[in-house]
């Protein structure tokens, strides 16, 4: 399979961005997918993760009430919905996948376990 994220961009503070996460060379029904950062100089996180139904999800804690996780199997994709930006925001935006979880858990959204993992797309967000 092969993750390519895009959406990103420059953003003013308090502004919107959805990320995209589209999966070729295969269908993604039983991907459980996440999005992660890395700012520079810091470790890499997981901002958001969702299982392979759809039904459960995971913010880190920063994201929450801001961010919002989906995923439209029809179109192999996974977003990422970024309202309310904040310039500590700023990072190279990755998205990954478990490709199997599926077949063992369709509710298992964390964000542990992600080995499969696209190009990135930076975000920046201006004070």
């Known amino acids: 399979v092969q993750l390519q994220a895009s959406g990103g961009g420059l953003v003013q503070a308090g502004g919107s961005l959805r990320l995209s996460c589209a999966a070729s060379?295969?269908?993604?029904?039983?991907?459980?997918i996440g999005w992660f950062r890395q700012a520079p100089g810091k470790e890499r996180e997981g901002v958001a993760c969702?299982?392979?139904?759809?039904?459960?999800?995971i913010y880190t804690e920063s994201a929450k009430g801001r961010f919002t996780i989906s995923r439209d199997n029809a179109k192999n994709t996974v977003y990422l919905q970024m309202n309310s930006l904040k310039p500590e925001d700023t990072a190279v935006y990755y998205c990954?996948?478990?490709?199997?979880?599926?077949?063992?858990?369709?509710?298992?959204?964390?964000?542990?376990?992600?080995?499969?993992w696209g190009k990135g797309t930076q975000v920046t967000v201006s004070s």
């Open positions: 990954a996948a478990d490709p199997i979880r599926g077949y063992y858990s369709d509710y298992d959204a964390s964000c542990d376990g992600m080995n499969h």
């Open positions: 060379g295969s269908t993604v029904d039983y991907y459980a």
């Open positions: 969702i299982s392979s139904s759809g039904s459960y999800t």
